[in-house]
């Protein structure tokens, strides 16, 4: 008896340094595999110059008459300002591994929140459609207005290509996409959750990161 727990116990020496291996590796792998998807927010500042230019020019013209003399006289001042300022600009981004950025309806298809997700995937939906219309204008309104010159057309119809043109500019800037649709602090709260779970889907401690 005394030998077989012996012999046991040998084996057991033997082995225990495999298993202590394979989940230290095993510990490395869940570790690395978290790094790569873990969700965070960075925020990135940029400063743009902006320049403002003015020019005015002032034009007085008079006209003297003494009888049968006239002379005239005039004069002409230009005034002009220019400013330029940096403005600081900062925005946030969500990132997957630090590496790939995600759209606000990847972020959420991600983190699970479907209503949200359907919400914004409509809206974009419909700004497409919007952007879209508005291209097509644009793109009508051209052609118009240049085939209508090429063809000595009467100026009503270069007209309604201008008027074309201008009404798609106008489409597409209104529905242009916004960066977010989504706040930084729901955001956050939801990179939270999402974190955590895969802390302990991997069993790694909560303070890991």
Do not use: C
């Not at 049968?68 to 946030?92: F, L, P, R, V």
């Amino acid at each position: 008896m005394i030998k077989k727990v012996l012999t046991l116990t040998l084996v057991l020496l033997l082995i225990a340094p495999v298993f202590a291996d394979q989940a230290s590796d095993q510990d490395y792998i869940n570790k690395l595999y978290y790094r790569h998807n873990k969700l965070e927010i960075l925020v990135k500042t940029r400063m743009v110059n902006i320049n403002r230019s003015y020019s005015s020019t002032d034009i007085n013209y008079y006209t003297y008459t003494y009888e049968a003399y006239t002379q005239n006289t005039g004069n002409i001042s230009t005034s002009s300002m220019a400013q330029s300022e940096a403005k600081e600009i900062t925005d946030w981004y969500i990132y997957k591994g630090a590496i790939k950025e995600l759209s606000d309806l990847e972020f959420l298809g991600l983190v699970g929140d479907r209503a949200q997700y359907n919400k914004i995937y409509d809206q974009e939906d419909f700004k497409g459609k919007m952007r879209l219309i508005g291209n097509t204008s644009i793109a009508v309104g051209v052609l118009t207005m240049v085939g209508g010159a090429a063809l000595s057309a009467g100026q009503p119809t270069i007209t309604g290509g201008a008027i074309a043109t201008a009404l798609g500019f106008f489409f597409s800037a209104l529905n242009l996409s916004p960066h977010h649709y989504i706040q930084s602090d729901y955001a956050q709260s939801k990179i939270d959750e999402y974190n955590i779970a895969l802390k302990q889907k991997l069993n790694l401690p909560l303070s890991f990161e």
